[in-house]
């Protein structure tokens, strides 16, 4: 089945610190990439919409400064943290899928896991 | 936004019993699907239940849709200690808009 690369799986790093997440879709073309971030024993939270070769479409209270993102190629999809500070610490995960067909699953990566201290 | 509940939010079983998670949404729906998530890890794939379909299986799973109600349900029968994990379902609007339910977490105790 289709494999998602996510990377890292976990980043401890100070407050003030930009932190890069990777997403990338090892064995298809990705059109749209998705980010979530979940807390712990919640569900998952839907950030922003990713297309490739377009600006990417936030949720609603979504900081687009605070986070960005990068969908630069069909297989890469790109999250930044920007000065990330405790309450950024969370769970973040993407997941991949093409629009080209419907009714298809959407494959998520392993998540990475974010620390700030 | 969240689309779904799920409910229980917790169920707790003993293994071989069989555990029935529900799913209720609030919009029009492509088709739904069910996740599983382990500890600190991303989702796996179940089922993907589309509109026009009212029941799937696959192996020990078996979903059921009614957009009547707006609501499905997964079973796991005759469960095992290795089912534990929380089950999410998602609710694909159009173009992959995927929303997601706040889960049940499922133990299965040996």
């Known amino acids: 089945g289709a494999v998602v690369s996510q990377h890292p799986s976990w980043v401890i790093c100070k407050s003030g610190t930009s932190v890069k997440i990777e997403c990338r879709s090892l064995?298809?073309?990705?059109?749209?990439m998705f980010w979530y971030r979940q807390f712990p024993k919640q569900s998952l939270m839907l950030m922003a919409t990713?297309?490739?070769?377009?600006?990417?479409?936030?949720e609603q209270g979504v900081e687009k400064d605070k986070f960005l993102i990068n969908h630069a190629s069909l297989t890469l999809s790109t999250l930044t943290v920007t000065s990330a500070h405790p309450e950024d610490s969370s769970f973040y995960i993407c997941?991949?899928?093409?629009?080209?067909?419907?009714?298809?699953?959407?494959?998520f990566g392993d998540g990475t896991r974010l620390s700030i201290l | 936004s969240q689309q779904g509940e799920e409910d229980p939010q917790a169920l707790s079983i003993q293994e071989g019993e069989n555990a029935t998670m529900n799913c209720s949404y609030k919009?029009?729906?492509?088709?739904l699907q069910w996740y599983r998530q382990n500890s600190g890890r991303g989702l796996v794939h179940l089922i993907l239940?589309?509109?026009?379909?009212r029941e799937k299986h696959s192996g020990r799973l078996r979903v059921t849709l009614d957009t009547s109600k707006k609501s499905s349900s997964l079973l796991i029968t005759a469960s095992r200690a290795a089912d534990t994990a929380s089950y999410f379902c998602?609710?694909?609007?159009?173009?992959?808009?995927?929303?997601f339910g706040a889960g049940t977490r499922l133990t299965v105790k040996p």
């Open positions: 239940i589309r509109s026009n379909e």
């Open positions: 990713s297309n490739e070769g377009s600006k990417a479409t936030y």
């Open positions: 998602a609710t694909d609007r159009y173009n992959n808009d995927m929303r």
């Open positions: 064995d298809f073309q990705a059109t749209t």
């Open positions: 919009t029009s729906i492509n088709n």
């Open positions: 997941s991949a899928g093409t629009v080209l067909y419907s009714n298809q699953p959407q494959h």
